[in-house]
């Protein structure tokens, strides 16, 4: 059968562990002399009364809230400019366009430089300008921003390819028709082009909000979730809980709060895709 | 609008694109800045500014970046080969043949778009550690080989082959396998093509789960090597850390900035589906 490899693969590497994930987060975390016992809910009223956990779901939903409108609006707005006629478009398609191929730690990296105290380009441009020195990343009040501004300069221009895919794919009598009509540029963007593009706009949605959960990588360079857990995110904290202080049935607990998460937005997508995509 | 208003919101307009492109360059034009100079002019922009490639040489020596690339190189091309053997398959099946369950099997590959492996790290940890393939390139590639969406792509792409064209393939002999070999596969060239960049780019760039399934030298790729490379407590020089870098991103950027056209239109190609 020529599904069988395929098939043996995603049941061990997705289906079984997401299974077993669940089954895991019963039990009390083994160890060599200490076999796990089965514990019912215990880790998951443990995980309600842990402080982290609620900052942590805090943490991801601003990161979420920070990084989608704004991403996709940017993303946006560079599509339609790299779709119109500008003086050298190749070079700006390029320049938006190179943070997608860039791993995560490489930038985070560069980024790290920018923000670093004293000798970070941001404090040194400050210190030019006559205002003193802060410590971006170790303030808990501007420690998240900083992720988010990253996040969406990574992510941004990745957004752009489906909406120019889209744009590309709109027929220009359409433009044609809307000048003949006398509309204006900006009518005929909002309610020709914006209307139009609305499943790519929903398609980058879900991608933006699986990027939300699933992008954390910057987080071991910048901060490692500090400080004091205000710049940490769902999944960076059950590496920390799985590895680091290896409570596996308790990252268990957490993997289910993120794969529930996910399967919530599965659903949100399946019903509100099949409503709005028909005319396709 | 008269002529002239329209010429100067072209010009205002191109202007802001330019800037946007200026910002988002920013960036890496300063991580060559500071690869490529000395340290004291790390955030002095003097352009006379004396040029250097002592940076690299040092974090060349400093870590093991020849082993990383070789790494990172091995399990992005055995990644690559089995997804493409893989999802030929798999989405073979799912386009042209019929059988019970179908849509349901269907539906719960694509589960694997949404819970990507990243996710369960703590079980398939677990699991890798069972089949003692911790520690080794296959453990960190393994998750990835049947990709949900390759299968996706590869099976958009064959329902769109003519069925005469694989009729005339039945009729001269040929069987289900040599009609995929012969038909199918050259017909989808550009889907393997747009695919391979998005699976490379992906997987050269992927960090969380290599960094959990490996704990030496000789099995991290590039990019857990550069993350403790420049970890802070490393106490790593600024310009070093980004020369290794730009080392770590060189052979993807460089043909990115080559194929340019290429990787947008394959990322595009990709993206319609």
């Known amino acids: ?280 | 609008m008269t002529r002239r208003a329209v010429s100067i919101r072209d010009g205002v307009e191109a202007g802001a694109a330019w800037l946007l492109a200026a910002i988002w360059l920013l960036p890496l034009l300063y991580a060559f800045w500071s690869a490529f100079h000395p340290s004291e002019y790390a955030v002095r922009f003097e352009l006379l500014a004396p040029l250097t490639l002592d940076n690299f040489r040092e974090a060349w020596s400093q870590a093991p970046f020849a082993r990383y690339y070789l790494n990172t190189f091995l399990l992005v091309t055995s990644i690559l080969a089995a997804q493409f053997v893989l999802c030929t398959l798999a989405a073979y099946a799912f386009a042209r043949f019929e059988f019970r369950g179908q849509n349901i099997a269907f539906a719960l590959v694509l589960v694997q778009l949404m819970i990507m492996p990243e996710v369960l790290i703590v079980e398939n940890y677990r699991t890798m550690s069972q089949l003692d393939l911790v520690d080794t390139i296959t453990g960190i590639g393994l998750p990835y080989m049947a990709s949900a969406f390759g299968i996706f792509l590869l099976r958009q792409t064959f329902k769109t082959v003519p069925k005469e064209l694989e009729e005339a393939a039945r009729v001269e002999g040929c069987n289900a396998l040599q009609i995929l070999w012969k038909v199918y596969v050259p017909l989808a060239r550009p889907t393997y093509i747009a695919y391979g960049l998005v699976s490379v780019s992906y997987h050269w760039n992927n960090f969380l789960w290599p960094l959990v399934i490996t704990n030496s030298v000789t099995t991290r790729p590039l990019t857990v090597g550069l993350a403790i490379f420049g970890a802070p407590e490393s106490g790593v020089e600024w310009p070093i850390i980004t020369a290794g870098t730009l080392l770590a991103v060189a052979p993807l950027l460089i043909a990115f900035l080559l194929f340019q056209r290429q990787f947008v239109q394959s990322f595009m190609h990709a993206g319609i589906k």
């Open chain 1, 1 to 280: 059968m020529l599904l069988t490899p395929a098939a043996i693969l995603l049941i061990a590497f997705t289906y079984y562990p997401a299974v077993a994930t669940l089954g895991q987060s019963f039990f009390s975390a083994g160890t060599a002399l200490k076999p796990s016992v089965f514990v019912g809910v215990e880790n998951y009223s443990f995980m309600l009364d842990d402080e982290v956990f609620w900052q942590v779901l805090k943490n991801n939903l601003w990161y979420a809230v920070g990084t989608i409108p704004a991403s996709i609006a940017i993303a946006l707005l560079m599509a339609v400019w790299v779709n119109g006629k500008l003086p050298l478009r190749g070079f700006i398609r390029m320049s938006y366009f190179t943070p997608t191929v860039l791993p995560m730690i490489a930038v985070a990296n560069i980024w790290l430089f920018f923000y670093t105290p004293q000798i970070g380009l941001i404090d040194q441009v400050a210190g030019v300008l006559g205002l003193t020195t802060y410590n971006w990343l170790g303030d808990p009040d501007t420690v998240l921003t900083c992720i988010i501004v990253m996040t969406i300069w990574k992510e941004a221009g990745f957004f752009m390819i489906f909406y120019l895919a889209a744009l590309q794919s709109l027929p220009p009598e359409l433009e044609e028709a809307a000048k003949l009509e006398g509309a204006g540029r900006w009518y005929y963007f909002r309610r020709v082009v914006f209307p139009l593009l609305m499943p790519t706009t929903l398609f980058v949605l879900i991608n933006a909000i699986i990027n939300s959960f699933k992008l954390v990588d910057q987080l071991f360079i910048l901060t490692k979730g500090g400080p004091d857990n205000a710049s940490s995110l769902l999944l960076y904290y059950i590496y920390e809980v799985a590895f680091s202080f290896f409570d596996q049935a308790y990252a268990s607990t957490l993997t289910v709060v993120l794969l529930v998460s996910l399967a919530v937005i599965a659903i949100g997508q399946f019903v509100f895709l099949d409503k709005r995509i028909h005319y396709r």
